[in-house]
């Protein structure tokens, strides 16, 4: 159950773009996007519902394709404070408890 | 408006003992959530309780046990500590839960280390 994330790690330079990737093996109502920095607890960025809505973050984006259970999130013009761990979370099978893949590893650098 | 608030922020078990990590949220969240994250891992829920009274399990619930007597608390009990257990354990709320549609709100972690 638990969703796929690609790829494992990403390394930018100021101002390059990235996609992180997140897919799962069921239906999906919903997929979250957190972002953990290094010895801090996770933080909410977006939520996506079923629909297909491409939500936005100041310049951190995403899209939800429940067709093909697949969620993407996109980074563009990256700053410094991007960096981190983002995590997706999809729901449990009973839809009442989130579940996080394994993390993409995004370091930013000058 | 503290949000969730987990203590003790560290913690030296030895193999064997006891313990309860505490857990509060004072944003009236129905849901709450334990996970443990290992080093260089993902969040692996541990339990999780949909309202006072209620609780199931996660991914990984062995060696745990939760009691939710009030919406605010949420305690992790680890009975027996064991080296596996060493981990940094988040708590988390959320408003509401059927298919997970509000933001987690997770706290600041307590890191055990289990010797």
């Known amino acids: 159950q638990q969703p796929v994330q690609s790829p494992q790690a990403v390394i930018l330079r100021e101002g390059e773009d990235a996609v992180i990737n997140c897919s799962s093996s069921?239906?999906?109502?919903?997929v979250h996007w957190y972002r953990q920095k290094h010895g801090e607890a996770p933080v909410f960025l977006m939520i996506l519902l079923k629909g297909g809505e491409q939500k936005g973050h100041e310049k951190i984006s995403a899209s939800f394709n429940e067709k093909k259970q697949q969620s993407s999130l996109y980074l563009t013009a990256s700053q410094l404070s991007y960096s981190g761990t983002y995590f997706c979370?999809?729901?449990?099978?009973?839809?009442?408890?989130?579940?996080f893949g394994k993390g993409t590893t995004l370091s930013v650098s000058s | 408006n503290a949000g969730v608030t987990q203590t003790p922020k560290f913690r030296i078990l030895k193999i064997g003992q006891s313990m309860t990590l505490q857990c509060a949220q004072d944003m009236n969240h129905n849901y709450m959530y334990w996970y443990r994250q290992d080093p260089g891992m993902g969040l692996k829920l541990i339990y999780y309780?949909?309202?006072?009274?209620?609780?199931d399990k996660g991914e990984v619930p062995n060696g745990y046990n939760v009691s939710r007597s009030t919406t605010e608390d949420f305690p992790l009990r680890l009975e027996l500590a064991a080296p596996s257990q060493t981990s940094v354990y988040f708590c988390a709320s959320s408003r509401t839960g059927q298919g997970v549609n509000s933001p987690l709100h997770f706290g600041n972690g307590t890191r055990l280390t289990v010797t």
């Open positions: 309780s949909v309202g006072a009274g209620i609780t």
């Open positions: 069921k239906a999906l109502y919903s």
């Open positions: 979370g999809t729901e449990n099978q009973a839809g009442t408890a989130l579940i």
